[in-house]
């Protein structure tokens, strides 16, 4: 879950979605669709995954003994330029899916529209202790966390001191043209970006595509001047990256 809201009357969940272009709810095939610069792609229905995690949430709570609390759930499309649209058929997503500027409306319309609370305040303080006891952190990685795929990235490198972009790299330096700056070192956030992103290893030709060059060489000497460990011979060869600190 994205996040969890617990009151004394509800628990809520709510699943962010960042998603850029036009979605389409699909109900009879329970995916959704995003189109975006004329492309079509398919995801997991996020209805499905709410209703799954309602489930999940009450069964848990009744595991520890909790008091019966309504769990509600919404989905947050949080990018507003994000056009929604579903079928004729299925009137009631507008129930479930918001933008964020809605959210705090619909939260108090959720408090208002039920009377009794479920919790005293010190059940509530126990079921968000256990709450914290039992929470572990999720495994999955920015990318799938928002819905993303590595089309998705701006490729290149942007100036550090203009964001001007993309620089250009001549006799081992790279150029902005909008500023002159001049730095032999901006490939360095880049390749931050890269092991935050997309994982701990990369080849000779991933880095090219995510510098946005096409020379193999150069690529070759600014991965050697790094001095990464590295697996493998000539175009297998795979290179580590470590940037924890």
Sequence with gaps: MDTLLVSKKFALI??????AGSIYFDPHFNQLI????????????PIVQVNRQESQLK??????????????????????????????????????????DVLPSRINLM??????????????????RILNKYHIEAASSILERYNLTEEDLIKGVICENCKGFPLIRRHGTWFCNQC????????????????????????????????????????????????????GANKGRVYSLNFDE
Excluded: C, M
Aim: aromatic share 6%; proline share 5%; no cysteine.
């Design 180 to 231: 002159q700056l001049s730095n032999k070192d901006a490939h360095i956030q880049v390749l931050r970006d890269y092991f935050h992103l997309l994982g701990s290893t990369i080849t000779n030709r991933q880095l090219r595509d995510f510098l946005n060059i096409s020379s193999a060489s150069s690529t070759t000497r600014i991965l050697q001047s790094l001095k990464l460990t590295s697996k």
């Design 111 to 128: 408090e208002h529209s039920i009377i009794d609370s479920i919790l005293g305040e010190k059940d509530l303080k126990k079921v968000v």
């Design 59 to 100: 069964n848990w709570s009744l595991k520890n003994g909790f008091p019966s609390l309504p769990i509600l759930s919404l989905i947050v499309i949080s990018n507003p330029q994000t056009i929604i649209r579903t079928s004729p058929e299925n009137r009631k997503l507008h129930y479930k899916v918001i933008h964020p």
């Design 34 to 45: 995003r189109t975006k610069d004329g492309k079509e792609t398919a995801f997991p229905d």
């Design 14 to 19: 709510i699943e962010v979605k960042n998603i």
